[in-house]
C-alpha cells in the first residue's frame, strides 16, 4: 500500500523552513527519502530504520516514529537547490523487500 | 564508475506495438528494479531481478514482463501498448542481501504511446 505524504506542495523563501509527513497504514521496516529534480532521476537521500532514529544530509534531517508509523522530513535554512520533489518510499521488510513510493511533495524554493 | 545507465532515452509508439527497454546496474549492484511514473506522480514499482529471475512483482498486467541477464543487465518488455502506458520507466539498481539497500536509478527512459 501507498505511503501518504503531505504537503502535496510547498513555497519556500531562501533561509525558511519546512516539514515534510509521510504516513503508512501498514507497519515498516524502514522510510527512505529521495528527491528529484525536473527531468533528472530521483536521488538517495537518507533510509530511517524503525527505532526512531534521525538522520541528516545537508541542511536536512528526518525523523521516523515507530509508534505512529510516519516518517517527517525537516528542511532546515532552506537553499535554492532544495528545489525539487521529495519522496519517501516505504519498505515493509529487510533484503529484497519492494520499496513503495508516495506521491510526493513538490518543493520550491525561491530567493 | 558508471552509474545506472537506461536506453533508449526517449521512445514513441503507436498503440498495439511492443516495447523494450535496457538497463546497465551500477558497478557492484546485483539487482535491478524497474518503475513507472507518471507525470506528476511517484514512481510505481513494477517488478524486481534478482540472480535472473522476478523476485517481487508490483499490481502490472502481464503485458509487462522482464529479462535478467548474467551481466546483471536488464530489460523490461511491454507488449499490446495502450495509451496509459505511456510515461518515465525508471530502472533502479541496488546491492542484495544488506538489509539496507538504497536504490540508485537511472535517468529514465521517456515513453510516448500515441
Known amino acids: 500500500q501507498q505511503p501518504v505524504q503531505s504537503p502535496q506542495a510547498v513555497i519556500l523563501r531562501e533561509g525558511e523552513d519546512a516539514v515534510i509527513n509521510c504516513s503508512s497504514s501498514?507497519?515498516?521496516?524502514?522510510v527512505h527519502w529521495y528527491r528529484q529534480k525536473h527531468g533528472e532521476a530521483p536521488v538517495f537521500l537518507m533510509i530511517?530504520?524503525?527505532?526512531?532514529e534521525q538522520k541528516g544530509h545537508e541542511k536536512i534531517s528526518a525523523s521516523f516514529n515507530e509508534k505512529k508509523q510516519q516518517s517527517s522530513l525537516y528542511l532546515t535554512a532552506s537553499q535554492l537547490s532544495y528545489s525539487g520533489t521529495y519522496f519517501c518510499?516505504?519498505?515493509?521488510?529487510?533484503?529484497?523487500?519492494?520499496?513503495?513510493f508516495g506521491g510526493g511533495t513538490r518543493v520550491l524554493v525561491k530567493p | 564508475d558508471a552509474g545506472v545507465t537506461q536506453s533508449p532515452t526517449h521512445l514513441i509508439k503507436t498503440r498495439g506495438q511492443q516495447v523494450t527497454l535496457r538497463c546497465s546496474p551500477k558497478?557492484?549492484?546485483?539487482?535491478v528494479s524497474w518503475y513507472q511514473q507518471a507525470l506528476g506522480q511517484g514512481p510505481q514499482f513494477i517488478f524486481q531481478?534478482?540472480?535472473?529471475?522476478?523476485?517481487q512483482r508490483g499490481n502490472f498486467p502481464d503485458r509487462f514482463s522482464g529479462h535478467q541477464f548474467p551481466n546483471y543487465s536488464s530489460e523490461l518488455n511491454v507488449n499490446a501498448l495502450l495509451l496509459g502506458d505511456s510515461a518515465l520507466y525508471l530502472c533502479?539498481?541496488?546491492?542484495?542481501?544488506?538489509?539496507?539497500?538504497?536504490?540508485?536509478f537511472g535517468s529514465g527512459t521517456q515513453l510516448s504511446v500515441l
Open positions: 533502479a539498481s541496488s546491492e542484495q542481501g544488506r538489509g539496507i539497500e538504497k536504490l540508485f
Open positions: 501498514k507497519a515498516l521496516y524502514s
Open positions: 530511517l530504520l524503525k527505532g526512531g
Open positions: 518510499g516505504t519498505r515493509k521488510g529487510a533484503a529484497g523487500n519492494k520499496l513503495t
Open positions: 558497478s557492484g549492484h546485483d539487482t
Open positions: 531481478y534478482y540472480e535472473e529471475e522476478e523476485r
